[in-house]
């Protein structure tokens, strides 16, 4: 239930929203490339111990 | 032990992956705490109405997108001085951090100023100050981005990362220095007349501190992934060279 914020809803909500959605991206974005170079290094030092 | 042992990438690794879950839980939890505490159960203000719950967003992101260029300022001079190479990437992984809490500052400020003076922007000291750090933090970006060779990139940024000291520096101290503008002081204060009251500053602290952890597990997680990009790239080389 949110409170009432009377007549600076819409200012006090967009400001909560703009960053809130800001953080979620760069923790998405963070994590994504994050576990795609992990993917990646694990992949070539097994290729390459095979490879010897 | 000395601690420059942490110079040291794989013992950068070892304890980044010990100490991250701990930054990860504690930072979510106290984010959550200070802005659910601020947003759901602190009083309107008797000028500002409600407005005054984006203080619980912007002070701890304006407060964390300076002290994220001063971090990325020393492990500049670590690089140029002992040329630690995690150091250089500890750096360069804090930038976009902080580039997203310098657009946060400067978002919800906007938004704050609109119905508080009027306007969304005005070149007032500290507001202008802020927006050139935010330009800093894409050249410093775009720098690392533009340059292939890693110890030139390192070698550049190091540099572009002193001369945009200076405008951290008059981000936090515009407002003393030229004391004009639309800008208030700072919020927190050890002066009890200048400071909020208990009511917005307590949750304001928990948001502050949750902030810096968060600001921290993002920086050791995405230090580890720069370390592991750069291996890649070493052994990479290596093929090329044996093939």
């Known amino acids: ?52 | 032990m000395s601690i420059w042992e942490y110079a040291n990438p794989r013992k950068f690794l070892q304890t980044s992956e010990r100490v991250m879950p701990v930054l990860w839980v504690s930072s979510g939890l106290l984010m959550a705490v200070g802005l659910i505490w601020g947003f759901f159960f602190t009083p309107d203000d008797y000028r500002q109405g409600s407005t005054v719950k984006i203080i619980f967003l912007h002070v701890p992101a304006a407060l964390m997108a300076i002290n994220a260029w001063f971090m990325m300022l020393v492990a500049s001079l670590i690089w140029v001085i002992r040329r630690h190479h995690v150091s250089a990437l500890a750096a360069k992984a804090a930038a976009p951090v902080g580039i997203v809490m310098t657009l946060i500052a400067l978002a919800t400020g906007a938004i704050w100023g609109q119905p508080m003076w009027g306007t969304w922007w005005a070149w007032d000291p500290r507001l202008t100050s802020f927006l050139v750090l935010f330009l800093f933090y894409l050249g410093y970006i775009a720098l690392w981005e533009a340059i292939d060779n890693p110890d030139t990139a390192a070698d550049l940024t190091s540099i572009l990362c002193l001369v945009g000291t200076v405008f951290a520096v008059l981000s936090r101290y515009a407002v003393n220095f030229w004391n004009q503008g639309l800008h208030q002081g700072a919020s927190l204060s050890l002066d009890e007349k200048e400071n909020v009251a208990d009511a917005f500053s307590n949750p304001l602290y928990v948001c502050m501190i949750g902030f810096g952890l968060f600001f921290l597990a993002m920086v050791f997680y995405r230090t580890g992934t720069e370390i592991r990009a750069r291996r890649i790239k070493a052994l990479m080389a290596r093929q090329r060279q044996e093939a």
């Open chain 1, 1 to 52: 239930m949110l409170p009432d914020l009377g007549k600076y809803s819409e200012t006090v909500l967009s400001a909560y929203a703009a960053s809130l959605l800001l953080l979620a991206l760069l923790v998405v974005l963070t994590l994504w490339r994050g576990r795609r170079v992990r993917r990646d290094m694990d992949t070539l030092e097994q290729r390459m111990r095979r490879d010897g």
